[in-house]
């Protein structure tokens, strides 16, 4: 998320880039074939859980509110992927893409008509763009290469949309940056500010899970032509 102000939603600090948990220091343990992450604040505890199960990840999340006032949050899954020129990004379970909170364009535009992004490109392309979209059902977005295909996974329950960051070579300027971010959201909004929180009441909490699966190109295209 980006920088914003905590006013209004029970942060009295301003909120910086990339929101209260980044570059923070977490207790972290293993638990069999698990790693386990938790942050605490007097306002919160927040857990991520790592576990493995054959080819899949799962990343669980719990966030509950431990202090005495409401707050309201927004949540966004901030993986940065290194893609290789050429590879394949499918999007399944997902509707009209936005940008600034609006159709794309202007008008309804889908994740396949976006043909300057995918495939994936190189630094010499020039762009840089922020998108989202609402999900429409289970959400399985699959990065496709020649070896091997990533598969990540959620429903609309845990994450009811998703963002989408292309850096092919247009940011940070002067350095000709190359990032692709498929991140599951709570809001399809860069920041509290821009509307969208989330409310989570004191004593309550919430809980949430993303999975990411290896699978072999096949698999990939397979799933995703469901």
């Known amino acids: 998320m980006a920088p914003s102000t905590g006013e ?43 576990t493995l199960a054959g080819n899949t990840v799962t990343a669980a999340y719990g966030l509950r509110n431990t202090g005495t006032t409401a707050f309201g949050y927004l949540y966004s899954q901030h993986m940065l992927l290194n893609l290789e020129v050429g590879e394949t990004i499918d999007v399944a379970g997902i509707g009209p893409i936005l940008q600034g909170g609006r159709l794309y364009q202007g008008r309804d535009v889908r994740w396949q008509e976006l043909q300057h992004l995918n495939p994936v490109r190189g630094v010499d392309a020039g762009i840089v763009e922020k998108l989202y979209a609402m999900l429409t059902g289970p959400a399985r977005c ?3 290469g020649q070896a091997d295909a990533l598969e990540l996974a959620w429903t609309s329950q845990d ?6 960051w292309f850096a092919y070579g247009g940011w940070p300027s002067g350095e000709a940056g190359h990032q692709v971010a498929i991140e599951p959201t709570s809001a399809p909004v ?19 899970s993303i999975t990411a699966t290896l699978k072999t190109p096949d698999e990939g295209a397979e799933r995703q032509s469901r």
Do not use: I, N, Q, Y
């Not at 994450?159 to 989408?164: E, Q, R, S, T």
């Open 142 to 144: 699959t990065v496709t």
């Open 190 to 208: 860069d920041a509290l500010a821009d509307g969208g929180a989330a409310w989570l009441e004191p004593g309550r909490g919430r809980r949430w």
């Open 8 to 50: 209004g939603f029970g942060w009295k600090p301003a909120l910086r880039d990339h929101g209260v948990l980044w570059g923070r220091p977490w207790e972290c343990w293993h638990e069999s074939d698990s790693v386990v992450a938790v942050f605490r604040d007097e306002a919160f505890r927040f857990e991520r859980t790592l």
């Open 159 to 164: 994450m009811p949309a998703v963002g989408l």
